[in-house]
């Protein structure tokens, strides 16, 4: 099956100059999660969408960051304006939800990520 | 913050065993040990996961302590392409939130 799509794969823009990164789920992953990688650190999560509605977005910088998944498919991740710090990996994932009955398997599955450099 | 410790770096002999700990001593019942591997430029893939019996699939083992305060994953035949960060994570069994909480993992060199 296809995997995970993310694109630009890199992007090098100037701080406060606003920026926006797309992914496509797998076919039939209602949950979709957006993941903050800085070098040298796991990811963290930003914001996770089941179907169109939004889940958790508790650690999402909303002064700066927001995200859609319109029609509950592609999601876009944009910042404006971009900071230093926000040099980072973003990953977007999916995931089948699993039935709280059923044992977790994983169906979890990430994309390569954009590498995002603010100079 | 990520409820799993594991050391910082490892070095494997190309064709021995990696055997990758990971201790997990505030695990709940309901929480399965989840390992992930991200090889460099890639993201996050997963290997194998378990509740409390051992497990083994094509890609690796997982060996679980009885208390399941601890964890140790194994590659039994560790080639070149198995260097890469290894993170491993404890997910409630029944959580519908998906959310995977990373800390900072183990960077597994695998050396000729």
Same mark, same amino acid.
């Given at each position: 099956?296809?995997?995970?799509?993310?694109?630009?794969?890199?992007?090098?823009?100037?701080?406060?100059?606003?920026?926006?990164?797309?992914?496509?789920?797998?076919?039939?992953?209602?949950?979709?999660?957006?993941?903050?990688?800085?070098?040298?650190?796991?990811?963290?999560?930003?914001?996770?969408?089941?179907?169109?509605?939004?889940?958790?977005?508790?650690?999402?910088?909303?002064?700066?960051?927001?995200?859609?998944?319109?029609?509950?498919?592609?999601?876009?991740?944009?910042?404006?304006?971009?900071?230093?710090?926000?040099?980072?990996?973003?990953?977007?994932?999916?995931?089948?939800?699993?039935?709280?009955?059923?044992?977790?398997?994983?169906?979890?599955?990430?994309?390569?990520?954009?590498?995002?450099?603010?100079? | 913050?990520?409820?799993?410790?594991?050391?910082?770096?490892?070095?494997?002999?190309? #064709? &021995? =065993?990696?055997?990758?700990?990971?201790?997990?001593?505030?695990?709940? #019942?309901?929480?399965?040990?989840?390992?992930? &591997?991200?090889?460099?430029?890639? #993201?996050?893939?997963?290997?194998?996961? #378990?509740?409390?019996?051992?497990? +083994?699939?094509?890609?690796?083992?997982?060996?679980? !302590?009885?208390?399941?305060?601890?964890? !140790?994953?194994?590659?039994?035949? =560790? +080639?070149?392409?198995? !260097? =890469?960060?290894?993170?491993?994570?404890? &997910?409630?069994?029944?959580?519908?939130?998906?959310?995977?909480?990373?800390?900072?993992? !183990? +960077?597994?060199?695998?050396?000729?």
């Amino acid at each position: 099956e296809a995997g995970v799509a993310q694109s630009p794969r890199y992007k090098i823009i100037e701080k406060r100059q606003s920026v926006a990164f797309w992914c496509n789920p797998i076919s039939g992953h209602a949950t979709l999660y957006w993941y903050q990688q800085i070098l040298g650190q796991g990811p963290k999560l930003l914001i996770q969408f089941q179907n169109n509605g939004v889940v958790d977005d508790s650690q999402l910088p909303k002064d700066r960051f927001s995200a859609e998944r319109l029609k509950g498919v592609d999601s876009t991740l944009k910042i404006q304006p971009a900071k230093l710090e926000d040099s980072a990996v973003y990953l977007c994932a999916s995931s089948l939800l699993r039935n709280t009955r059923q044992a977790p398997g994983d169906g979890y599955t990430f994309g390569s990520g954009t590498r995002l450099t603010v100079v | 913050d990520a409820k799993t410790t594991q050391p910082t770096s490892m070095d494997c002999a190309e #064709g &021995r =065993a990696a055997n990758l700990p990971c201790n997990h001593s505030t695990i709940s #019942g309901n929480e399965y040990v989840y390992w992930y &591997r991200q090889i460099h430029s890639q #993201g996050p893939q997963y290997i194998i996961h #378990g509740l409390k019996n051992n497990e +083994t699939n094509e890609m690796a083992s997982l060996i679980i !302590t009885e208390d399941r305060k601890s964890s !140790t994953l194994i590659l039994p035949h =560790a +080639t070149l392409r198995d !260097t =890469a960060v290894y993170y491993c994570i404890v &997910r409630p069994g029944s959580s519908n939130t998906g959310k995977l909480i990373f800390g900072q993992g !183990t +960077t597994l060199q695998v050396k000729p």
